[in-house]
Each structure stands twice: as structure tokens, then as C-alpha cells.
């Protein structure tokens, strides 16, 4: 039950992004509920700028929390991810960092741990939203992950 097995079973997840990228976050919150088949709602204003809600299984009533907030950044974009499972005892965050990309994994079995991945965003504007929007748009997912994204957007919004 490595990390990818554990992509079925999240019980939710935070995007964190420039306050002007929320379209960004939306792209790949719906990219994310698509690929695994989650049924989506329109996200709710809370907690001033943040958007929160819920996506749901199609196996079950299980859902999954969602929530967008916007992180001081010097540059647009998305600034990371967090994932979390079984009852939030197990997270993995990705975060934009000055050489790379910082990771930080919390689990039972193996306490807190984090680490740079290298040259994984080399400082650039936007680099990790841009490679987001760049692998989507050669990818056959990208319309249902545009589909997903407009089902997260706030009720009038």
C-alpha cells in the first residue's frame, strides 16, 4: 500500500496558490478529482480567500475534502500540495522552494521526514503551474479535468 496505492483511499487535500491563480488550483484540483473518478460540487467561500468542499467517490458516500487557499508568493502560480489519508495520519506535501521542490511526508510508521528535490522548480514564475498546464494540454485527460475544474468553481462564480 505504497504511495500511489493510497491515491484511492485520500480523504483529502490542499492546494496552496497565488492569491491571482486560483484558476490554477481549480485545473488541478479537477485533473485530480477526474483521474479518480470523484464526483465534484462547487466549492464554498471560508476562512476569508480560502475555497472549501467537498468531492465524493463513486463507489460510496465516502467523500473527499478540498480546499483551495491562497499562500503569499512573490510569483503566480501554484506554491504546493498537500494529500492526506486515514483519517489524516499519513500527508505528503510538496511545496515550491529555492532549489527545488520541498517534500514532507508524516506517517505512523516513519515519523516526519522531508527532503529538496533538486531542480525540480529552478525559480521561474509559475514553473510548477506551467507544468501542470503544459502536461495537461498534450493529455487526453485535460477536458475532463477542465470539466471537473468548472464543477469546483464557487456558485456564481
Do not use: N
Not at 2 to 9: K, T, V
Not at 112 to 118: G, K, N, Y
Not at 123 to 130: A, D, T, V
Amino acid at each position: 500500500w505504497g504511495r500511489r496505492g493510497a491515491l484511492a483511499s485520500l480523504d483529502g487535500f490542499t492546494i496552496r496558490h497565488h492569491a491571482s491563480s486560483t484558476a490554477s488550483a481549480l485545473l488541478l484540483a479537477g485533473w485530480l478529482a477526474s483521474r479518480l473518478g470523484w464526483e465534484t460540487r462547487p466549492l464554498q467561500p471560508a476562512d476569508g480567500a480560502a475555497l472549501c468542499g467537498r468531492a465524493y467517490t463513486g463507489r460510496s458516500s465516502r467523500y473527499i475534502a478540498v480546499r483551495l487557499e491562497p499562500f503569499e508568493q512573490d510569483v503566480p502560480g501554484l506554491a504546493g500540495v498537500t494529500v492526506a489519508w486515514d483519517e489524516d495520519r499519513y500527508k505528503l506535501s510538496l511545496d515550491r522552494a529555492e532549489g527545488g521542490l520541498r517534500a514532507h511526508e508524516c506517517s505512523p510508521e516513519r515519523g516526519e521526514q522531508s527532503w529538496l528535490v533538486l531542480g525540480a522548480s529552478r525559480g521561474e514564475g509559475g514553473i510548477l503551474g506551467e507544468g501542470v498546464r503544459q502536461a495537461l494540454l498534450r493529455d487526453p485527460t485535460y477536458g475532463p479535468a477542465l470539466r471537473a475544474a468548472m464543477e469546483f468553481c464557487p456558485d456564481g462564480g
